[in-house]
């Protein structure tokens, strides 16, 4: 699948079969995570990788959008340190980046992914980070579902020209 191919069918999977998910598969999307841009090329990120299916039925009841966690075979916890930052607040922006990339490698994998917010909301972020034994300069962002695909959903048409603008509004 090329890239453009991956980005324009992408779709958030919430359901997913009992079959694993590689450790190869796993260090193919986390090298894809890492590859993401960065401000000041600071890469402050670090990830947990989350196997144990009693973690995630703890997150997901404390999270509301996070029901899919319990059929996961595995999901990916994004973080950053932010005493890894060149350019303090960034941190966001870079773990955002990173996490845009875990979902077009699984997906370039055939691995059914979804985007589970954390930041900003505070409560959820201090489960998480109580859960996870966080230190206190490491924050997540948010948390990857992943799993072998038990749904299909065709690509949405998200193009709306109306939204792009020529050198000013």
């Not at 069918?9 to 590859?35: G, H, N």
């Not at 230190?135 to 792009?164: C, Q």
Request: glycine share 4%.
């Amino acid at each position: 699948m090329d890239v453009l191919e991956a980005i324009l069918s992408r779709r958030s999977i919430r359901k997913y079969t009992t079959e694993p998910v590689t450790d190869e598969e796993i260090d193919l999307i986390l090298q894809a995570a890492m590859a993401a841009p960065t401000s000041g090329n600071a890469r402050p990120w670090h990830f947990i990788v989350i196997h144990s299916h009693e973690t995630m039925d703890e997150i997901a009841k404390i999270h509301p959008y996070a029901g899919m966690l319990p059929q996961a075979q595995v999901a990916i916890l994004v973080c950053a340190d932010e005493k890894l930052e060149n350019h303090p607040g960034r941190w966001p922006q870079d773990c955002a980046a990173a996490t845009e990339n875990i979902l077009l490698a699984a997906h370039g994998l055939g691995i059914g992914a979804v985007w589970i917010g954390l930041f900003p909301e505070i409560e959820r972020i201090s489960v998480v980070k109580k859960l996870f034994a966080l230190p206190e300069t490491v924050h997540p962002l948010s948390l990857v579902a992943m799993g072998r695909p038990n749904e299909k959903k065709l690509p949405p048409h998200r193009f709306k020209p109306e939204r792009i603008h020529q050198e000013r509004w």
